[in-house]
């Protein structure tokens, strides 16, 4: 079955760039999506259609995807951007996330 | 801007079946868009469970699929997951969520709601 691999954790210090990677087989043929995910809240979709971004999402977020990869990049890491975040793709007719990547802003 | 509320008990025996409802508020069920539910275990991640279009069309995760029903009710704008067989491994906080077909992501997530499977 298709699987989706995130590190389980990511750290980057206030106004670097941090980088979240999701790996799967011929990932780059699907779309990939991103969605962010703060303690106690429902997730929230922060990327679509590998690098397209949904209205009210910051800059300095963005994606890419390719052969078996696909990036989240945030820019300018702000405090209020650590969280969980998730990659999702589907196969055939099935939502596959990846695991989880905790971002630690610190 | 499309609302979603999930709604029913908090609490379900083992081998009972765990029943929720979502409530569409802000546009039609009838639309072009696709209606899910998406499931997480305490501390865990995220598992989508299935979904379904307002024609009856359904998708289901092939690991629950045995155990799933997703029924669609258009005169209450509303959608629902029916899960039987239940266990402790299906405690989860149950989310219903809309994906637009063109986009193939999830843009409205309900608030969540935490089911717990214990007699």
């Known amino acids: 079955s298709f699987e989706l691999t995130q590190p389980p954790s990511v750290s980057v210090s206030p106004g670097q760039t941090a980088s979240i990677t999701c790996s799967g087989d011929?990932?780059?043929?699907?779309?990939a999506s991103w969605y962010q995910q703060k303690p106690g809240q429902s997730p929230v979709l922060v990327v679509y259609q590998d690098n397209e971004r949904p209205s009210g999402i910051p800059e300095r977020f963005s994606g890419s995807n390719s052969g078996n990869t696909a990036t989240l990049t945030i820019s300018g890491t702000q405090a209020m951007d650590e969280a969980d975040y998730y990659c999702q793709a589907w196969d055939i007719n099935t939502a596959v996330f990846g695991g989880g990547t905790k971002l630690t802003v610190l | 801007q499309v609302q979603l509320q999930e709604s029913g008990p908090g609490l379900v025996k083992p081998s009972g079946t765990l029943s929720l409802t979502c409530a569409v508020s802000?546009?039609?069920?009838?639309?072009?868009?696709?209606w899910s539910w998406v499931r997480q275990p305490p501390g865990k991640g995220l598992e989508w469970i299935g979904e379904i279009y307002h024609s009856g069309s359904t998708n289901y995760n092939p690991s629950l699929k045995s155990r799933v029903t997703m029924p669609v009710d258009k005169s209450k704008n509303q959608f629902s997951l029916k899960l039987n067989s239940v266990t402790a491994a299906d405690t989860a906080v149950y989310y219903c969520a809309s994906k637009i077909a063109t986009t193939l992501a999830f843009d409205y997530w309900g608030q969540g709601t935490l089911v717990t499977v214990s007699s």
């Open positions: 011929r990932l780059g043929d699907k779309y």
């Open positions: 802000g546009g039609s069920i009838n639309s072009s868009n696709w």
